[in-house]
């Protein structure tokens, strides 16, 4: 399976932006889906949002809608998530993750996990 790494995490005050990025390392995403999930300190992995290989349909969790926006490039195999207006609750390890079956509820991956990075959002 292809090797998912994540950057662009951080700390940040309430009210700003981070862009994370999701690279593909020794391989290809392929035609699937990819996703976004979060996971806060002692709860669960939650799906933050998903996007279609051709990026014709996305998802996001009712928390982040119009704030976060979610998008890929396939000729570099790469997906982002930019996160504007970032609120505390929004502090979470964030996780890429492959072939995300978004076809049914609730979504999982039948693919790769990235390791993981930390987003701290400040009061």
């Known amino acids: 399976q292809v090797q998912l790494v994540e950057s662009g995490g951080g700390l940040v005050q309430a009210g700003g932006s981070l862009r994370l990025s999701c690279a593909a390392s020794?391989?290809?995403?392929?035609?699937?889906?990819m996703g976004w999930f979060r996971q806060a300190p002692g709860g669960a992995r939650d799906v933050v949002a998903t996007?279609?290989?051709?990026?014709?349909?996305?998802y996001y969790t009712p928390s982040v809608r119009g704030r976060f926006a979610i998008s890929r490039y396939n000729a570099n195999d790469t997906m982002y998530l930019q996160m504007n207006f970032l609120k505390p609750e929004d502090t979470a390890v964030y996780y890429c993750?492959?072939?995300?079956?978004?076809?049914?509820?609730?979504?999982?991956?039948?693919?790769?996990w990235g390791q993981g990075i930390q987003v701290t959002v400040s009061s």
């Open positions: 993750a492959s072939d995300v079956d978004v076809w049914s509820w609730p979504y999982r991956t039948r693919g790769s």
């Open positions: 020794g391989g290809s995403f392929g035609p699937v889906a």
């Open positions: 996007i279609v290989y051709d990026s014709s349909v996305k």
